[in-house]
Nanobody, 123 residues
Framework: VQLQASGGGLVQAGGSLRLSCAAS????????MGWFRQAPGKERDFVAA????????VYADSVKDRFTISRGYASTTMSLQMNGLTPEDTAVYYCAVARRAVGSRSRRDDVPWGQGTLVTVSS
């Protein structure tokens, strides 16, 4: 399975962006999927996850109520709607395939991260 994230860009604080992720294989349709991000000089952190059927969403506290993850039933694509962006959200965003069918913070280590998509929020 290969993952391709897209939709990043430069936005002012308070603005919005919508990220998309596409998995290359139907094998991902039976797993949860999620988003992680890595800010400059920091570790990669969990952002949000969603179950295989579009339910069971999980969010990091830092993005709860601002970001919305979505996915169609057993789809190999998912999106992340990001509203109320702040400079602290600046990072490279990566999508991931979860180890299980539900949305969770754990990811399949055998699926490479991919290139990610850069989100830059200016103050």
């Amino acid at each position: 399975v290969q993952l391709q994230a897209s939709g990043g860009g430069l936005v002012q604080a308070g603005g919005s962006l919508r990220l998309s992720c596409a998995a290359s294989s139907r094998a991902a349709s039976n797993n949860g999927m999620g988003w992680f991000r890595q800010a400059p000089g920091k570790e990669r952190d969990f952002v949000a996850a969603i179950g295989w059927n579009g339910g069971n969403t999980v969010y990091a506290d830092s993005v709860k109520d601002r970001f919305t993850i979505s996915r169609g039933y057993a789809s190999t694509t998912m999106s992340l709607q990001m509203n109320g962006l702040t400079p602290e959200d600046t990072a490279v965003y990566y999508c991931a395939v979860a180890r299980r069918a539900v949305g969770s913070r754990s990811r399949r280590d055998d699926v490479p991260w991919g290139q990610g998509t850069l989100v830059t929020v200016s103050s």
